[in-house]
């Protein structure tokens, strides 16, 4: 516990990183390169931002093709049921609620925080079950009562809200405000619900909690450890947890079994592969260990005051969720309890009280 | 049966742009927003009303809005009553898998059942070469068991009033039936933009009443999901420009509601029934009598068109000397009793076809499973209709889906049409469960291709089967097809365990 509480690097520092969320691109690497080179790229200016410019783009690129079901995020459509199954699964573990509301105890009260939305594939599903009759039942047991989906891409952004209007049901979400795509970052979402509009971003750590459930789906390994801090990264998302909420995501180990599974056969040319050539960099993979020892450091960091350090106390029982998750091709995603370390796996985290 | 008011629309519809779309109205007709509808359901036979009772029954699903639209009178179906020796000559025969369907969403209860019959043993015999099948569950269950269904007739009415009821019972709530009206045109939205949501890849139908003297204006409605149970000729299909293949048979089928004679050994036990199917390789096409309550049965018979019309031109007596022949003559006799002359009206009393029958019966052998004689023929119960092979090219498109007939048409004499309807409605119903419970749109191509992944090849290989049985059955002669297909028939009878696969198989779908 000593030494990862370590701190060696300033705060300020850490927060400038901003994650990114990469998908598959269906078309030849080829084409795909060459139209990268011609984007102009419409990226906010955000005020921690060190985005990398070619990722940013290369995602702008996909923007058309992103909910084309047979396109290239197909793999990444098909996954999005089981991280609804996952998250149920969480919730059914507990939630911020101290004592679920004996009148009602399905009504959809969770706040829902999306970072790295991308064009929208979860934001979307999750707002679809937002009821809209407020006091009514929640049609699902994510129970979802907002939902904020933040991407750093103004393209990807753009292209979320043009989907989004298709959908009579998210279309009113997106009038109402119960649902939110914002074209900012975690940093700045945090620093927006301090009480101070000034408040630098070092004093972050005393903005209000306000959500119930963060969602991180395939953030994770499009960091780059050597140039950013995936550590302050997910600190900050455990900061915007209330007491006894969940940061859920899902990434890939970087195992033998995985570089097979995703480097050798899932990049392979058609009709092997499901992903195209040159997606996934597999030094950026992340390991279920190395995900639980930054979430312990980031739960004690974010326990963290202006004027007290939270102890390690708000490590040592923390609820920890990891599965694996594989794609069989004709069958479509399946949960394998076990198969963390070949390849995708979801995890959880769950904020003490 | 009530239309829909603004008010269960109200929750669909945003607060700001409630107000607009009425406002806009007056300006243009054509640009109103029209009413919006999770899953509308083109067609209220068995499958579009199993669709509907089935999202009605399941709690993910019952609170979606839904629609359905029928040409037909749904109020007289709902009210459908015949007396208790009457029987409609629309009828089927529901699988095992297709009652359990019917019981999880809780419409079996609501069907008259003393107008449905269980059947426990079919007899399948080939009138060329007499190799006989024998479908009963025998081998799978022990002596002490009850007996097993092999099937369960019921009249289409029956059930569709059942489906009906349970519809009702579940309330008016998200729910209108637009009953004695049709679909007019069916187009893409558009994009109501900035008021609205953008519904130009939403399928938009223009219902209005069959009635043509009826004022009433056609209602706009929009479809998350558009279920095309709308029958052969599919008007959502069209719509969704599916192209479908398939031919026709050049054979009729000859339904009629007859009376049958006590059977000549009481059936042990006494509440076993069976149902007879013989195949006329020289008639075109096989007979089956499926037993219906009170010593009634339902005839299918389906045979060349010239002998069809020749069978419903004949007077009721000649007409069943002909049912009870083809049941027992040789293919010889058979083929020269088609040919006899038509006994005029003039002469009802014409016995010929009787005669003929007494003398020839007297110099055949029969076998010893055959029905009873039958004795009468309901009134106005003898119809025909073509028979045709269909399979639509893809079950899906964005927001369309077909079920049924609209999906495919297969042949009848393993009486399996309706089962696969159920079959598909009872997939689409988990299918559009599932989408709801994990956020997704039930008319998105993701959500809807889990249906017509499970669906495809289960009905191809039905349709598939039945199509080879009525080619091999229709080779007339005692040639090597006739010699094959009863080599066949005799191995799979005595083999119990390719029996059982194979009624398994037929059970399942």
């Known amino acids: 516990m000593a030494s990862l509480r370590a701190r060696t690097t300033p705060l300020r520092a850490l927060c400038s990183l901003q994650p990114l969320k990469r998908t598959t691109p269906l078309k030849p690497t080829l084409t795909t390169r060459s139209n990268i080179q011609s984007v102009t790229l419409p990226t906010r200016n955000h005020s921690t931002s060190s985005v990398s410019a070619d990722e940013l783009s290369h995602f702008s690129a996909l923007a058309s093709s992103w909910w084309d079901p047979m396109g290239p995020s197909r793999i990444l459509h098909l996954m999005n049921p089981l991280r609804h199954e996952f998250i149920a699964s969480c919730l059914a573990e507990g939630s911020t609620e101290t004592t679920p509301s004996p009148s009602n105890p399905n009504s959809a009260t969770f706040n829902y925080l999306d970072v790295g939305c991308g064009g929208g594939i979860f934001a979307e599903s999750l707002a679809r079950t937002i009821p809209l009759d407020a006091n009514g039942p929640a049609p699902t047991p994510t129970r979802a009562a907002s939902m904020t989906a933040i991407d750093p891409s103004t393209n990807l952004i753009q292209m979320a809200r043009e989907h989004a209007r298709m959908d009579p049901t998210v279309d009113a979400h997106l009038r109402s405000g119960k649902f939110k795509y914002l074209n900012t970052t975690l940093e700045d979402v945090l620093a927006s619900t301090s009480p101070s509009t000034t408040t630098p971003a070092s004093t972050i750590t005393t903005a209000t909690p306000q959500f119930d459930i963060v969602t991180l789906f395939e953030v994770l390994e499009h960091i780059d450890p050597k140039t950013s801090s995936p550590l302050t990264f997910l600190t900050n998302c455990l900061r915007a947890l209330k007491p006894g909420g969940w940061l859920i995501g899902s990434t890939i180990s970087r195992t033998l079994p995985s570089f097979i599974l995703n480097q050798v056969i899932a990049e392979a040319p058609w009709p092997i592969g499901v ?66 370390d070949w390849g995708n796996y979801f995890w959880a985290v769950r904020k003490g009280f | ?295 009634h049965a339902t005839l299918v018979w389906s045979t060349t068109p010239e002998h069809a019309a020749y069978l419903k031109s ?118 559009i469960q599932y989408a709801v419970s994990h956020g997704m749109d039930v008319g998105d191509l993701l959500s809807l291709e889990r249906y017509s992944s499970e669906r495809y090849l289960p009905n191809a290989k039905i349709g598939g089967a039945c199509d080879l049985l009525h080619k091999m059955y229709t080779v007339p002669g005692s040639g090597p097809v006739a010699w094959a297909r009863s080599l066949g028939l005799e191995t799979i009878q005595r083999l119990p365990f390719v029996k059982g696969f194979l009624m398994k198989n037929a059970e399942g779908y």
């Open chain 1, 275 to 340: 992903v195209p050539r040159g997606t996934h960099e597999w030094s950026k993979f992340v390991n279920p260990p190395e995900v639980k020892g930054w979430l312990q450091e980031g739960l004690m960091r974010a326990a963290d005051t202006g004027v007290s350090r939270g102890g390690a106390s708000v490590a040592e029982d923390m609820s920890w969720k990891c599965v694996g998750a594989i794609y069989v091709p004709g069958l479509g995603w399946k949960m394998v309890p076990g198969s963390e």
């Open chain 2, 1 to 295: 049966m009530r239309s829909i008011s603004r008010a269960v629309l109200r929750p669909y519809v945003c607060p700001s742009c409630r107000h607009f779309g009425a406002g806009r109205r007056r300006f243009s007709s054509k640009l109103a927003s029209p009413e919006l509808y999770d899953v509308v359901c083109v067609g209220g036979g068995p499958a579009g009303l199993g669709l509907l009772a089935a999202l009605r029954a399941n709690s993910v699903t019952s609170k979606l809005k839904v629609a359905l639209v029928e040409t037909q009178d749904l109020r007289k179906a709902q009210s459908w009553n015949l007396e208790p020796t009457q029987f409609s000559n629309r009828v089927s025969s529901l699988t095992p898998s297709s009652v359990s369907f019917l019981r999880s969403i809780g419409a079996y209860n609501h069907l008259d059942v003393t107008r449905v019959q269980d059947y426990h043993d079919m007899q399948v015999w080939d009138g060329q070469t007499g190799s006989r099948i024998s479908f009963d569950w025998s081998m799978e269950t022990s002596p002490f068991e009850d007996m097993r269904t092999v099937a369960t007739m019921t009249e289409n009415a029956n059930l569709v009033r059942a489906l009906l009821r349970r519809i009702t019972e579940s309330g008016d709530e998200n729910l209108t039936l637009f009953s004695n009206s049709t679909v007019a045109s069916i187009n893409n939205g558009s994009d109501l933009q900035p008021e609205g949501p953008d519904l130009s890849a939403w399928p938009v139908l223009s219902v209005k009443p069959t009635d043509p003297a009826s004022t009433t204006p056609p209602k706009q409605i929009a479809a998350r999901l558009l279920v095309g149970a709308d029958g052969i000729n599919s008007p959502v299909r069209s719509f969704a420009d599916i192209p479908t293949h398939g031919w026709d048979y050049g054979r009729h089928g000859i339904v009629a509601t007859l009376a049958l004679d006590n059977p000549a050994t009481p059936p042990f036990p006494a509440s076993m029934r069976t149902a007879y199917q013989r195949f006329l390789p020289a008639l075109g096409g096989p007979i089956a009598l499926l037993p219906l309550p009170n010593n």
């Open chain 2, 314 to 431: 004949l007077p009721t007596k000649s007409f069943l000397a002909m049912v009870n022949a083809a049941f027992r003559l040789d293919m010889t006799d058979l083929t020269y009793m088609m040919g006899m002359d038509t006994p005029s009206t003039t002469t009802p009393s014409d016995s010929s076809h009787e005669d003929e029958l007494t003398w020839r019966i007297k110099h055949t052998p029969i076998p010893a499973h055959i029905p009873p004689p039958a004795l009468a023929v309901q009134e106005g119960t003898v119809a025909s209709f073509p028979l045709r092979f269909r399979h639509a090219a893809q079950y899906i498109t964005p927001r369309v889906a077909l079920v049924g007939d609209a999906a495919h048409v297969i042949h009848p004499l393993a009486g399996q049409g309706l089962n696969l309807g159920l079959a598909d409605v009872a997939c689409l119903a988990r299918t």
